[in-house]
């Protein structure tokens, strides 16, 4: 079994308590990840999830406290991970309705392949099943979702790239609902192939969103 407070990251140089405690937490939560994605919700016991990373089932407790407080940290890994994956891809440096549609684009092309994120909709399937407290970790992680596509939405609106009429927060919403419906489909079906439906969505929102042209307005 391992013990994280004495990893050594190389010969040359001891980790620091901070950099161990990182590690260690990722390591946990790649653990976890694995065993609802791959046995089921109710098989993520913080026992399974010690064991599978290795750690003991006590440093399970000290970093995540409860249930909830590993759900958080899973949340906290996919906005993470969602943060890199817009920076990698210059989305910031989009118009808006090209950022919008990029990232319908990236979210849809990680669904097939990506185990965080069947993990994070298997745990929110049981919190709205079972009314768990859970569920209000999850509404937070929509609701910064729902932020994040308004900005790109705002962000048209102000270039002049989307129609300033469009109600950018309901906008946001049904953009951010059909991508939810996207990977639910894709745990219920595992055969599911979201590319065509992926870009009728892209095609529908640059329709629905641009400014039309022969109106004195941008394309």
């Keep these: 079994?391992?013990?994280?407070?004495?990893?050594?990251?190389?010969?040359?140089?001891?980790?620091?308590?901070a950099e161990r405690r990182d590690r260690s937490e990722r390591e946990l939560i790649s653990a976890a990840i694995k065993v609802v994605a791959e046995q089921g919700v109710s098989a993520a016991t913080f026992d399974a999830i010690a064991r599978e990373a290795g750690f003991s089932r006590g440093l399970v407790t000290q970093r995540f406290g409860s249930k909830e407080g590993l759900i958080r940290s899973l949340i906290w890994?996919?906005?993470?991970?969602?943060?890199?994956?817009?920076?990698?891809?210059n989305v910031d440096g989009m118009d808006g309705l090209d950022a919008l549609c990029a990232f319908v684009r990236l979210h849809c092309d990680a669904m097939?392949?990506?185990?965080?994120?069947?993990?994070?909709?298997?745990?929110?399937?049981?919190?709205?099943?079972?009314?768990?407290?859970t569920r209000v970790a999850f509404a937070e992680s929509h609701e910064l979702e729902?932020?994040?596509?308004?900005?790109?939405?705002?962000?048209?609106?102000?270039?002049?790239?989307?129609?300033?009429?469009?109600?950018?927060d309901a906008e946001a919403l049904m953009a951010g609902c059909s991508l939810l419906g996207l990977r639910m489909q894709c745990l219920i079906d595992t055969a599911f192939d979201p590319a065509p439906v992926r870009d009728?969505?892209?095609?529908?929102?640059?329709?629905?969103?641009?400014?039309?042209?022969?109106k004195g307005k941008r394309p």
């Design 112 to 133: 097939p392949a990506q185990s965080e994120s069947a993990a994070y909709f298997m745990l929110l399937a049981a919190a709205v099943a079972g009314r768990l407290e």
């Design 1 to 17: 079994m391992k013990n994280a407070e004495a990893e050594i990251d190389s010969p040359a140089r001891r980790l620091t308590q």
């Design 146 to 168: 729902r932020v994040l596509i308004r900005a790109f939405i705002e962000r048209g609106q102000k270039s002049g790239h989307i129609r300033p009429e469009i109600d950018a």
């Design 200 to 214: 009728a969505l892209i095609g529908a929102l640059r329709d629905h969103l641009k400014i039309k042209t022969g």
């Design 77 to 89: 890994h996919l906005h993470q991970w969602q943060g890199e994956v817009l920076e990698a891809g």
